[in-house]
């Protein structure tokens, strides 16, 4: 038996320190956010942030997330237990740019675009497109979701108008 801490809080999962944090996460916590796209670490589909990084899931066994914090987008959305502004913000720039159409990719983009925009506020182009280089999208054509990032970054802060 070990301990995950997940979405602020501890969470005793039976798996093997060799299975995928994708699996613990889906079938053994039931947090179905992270989704089962490739499982080779090619679509970004699985991305959770782990201190505050973003890492495929589908390839990071749970040992290596043990004495970590993992935060999946149920406990960075809105009404999730590590809310914060950016997260709320970041939300509504995709739902205002049109940047989510299937939801595959969406919550990979979005953990890929606050933990950008935490290490870098008035994030670049440049850095936008290095950012979410992990996370494939078959949908938008990446269009609406660069525009997504680049209005919370046009502030510095992840401030959107109203």
């Known amino acids: 038996m070990s301990t ?29 956010s992270p989704k089962p796209g490739c499982r080779e670490g090619r679509c970004g589909a699985c991305t959770v942030l782990l201190d505050g990084e973003p890492v495929l899931s589908c390839l990071l066994p749970l040992g290596r997330a043990v004495d970590g914090e993992v935060t999946t987008v149920a406990g960075a959305g809105v009404e999730g237990p590590v809310q914060d502004e950016l997260t709320v913000r970041v939300q509504a720039a995709f739902a205002r740019a049109g940047a989510v159409q299937c939801g595959i990719c969406t ?35 990446y269009q609406k979701i660069v525009e997504a ?6 502030s510095g802060s992840g401030e959107i108008d109203g």
């Open 107 to 141: 919550t990979g983009m979005m953990l890929a675009t606050w933990a950008l925009l935490t290490e870098h506020p008035q994030a670049t182009k440049e850095q936008t497109l290095e950012a979410l280089v992990n996370n494939l999208c078959r949908c938008t054509g």
């Open 149 to 154: 990032v680049a209005t919370l970054a046009a």
């Open 4 to 32: 995950l801490r997940l979405n602020g809080r501890e969470v005793a999962v039976a798996s093997a320190p060799t299975t995928p944090l994708l699996d613990v996460l889906r079938e053994e916590v039931g947090d179905l």
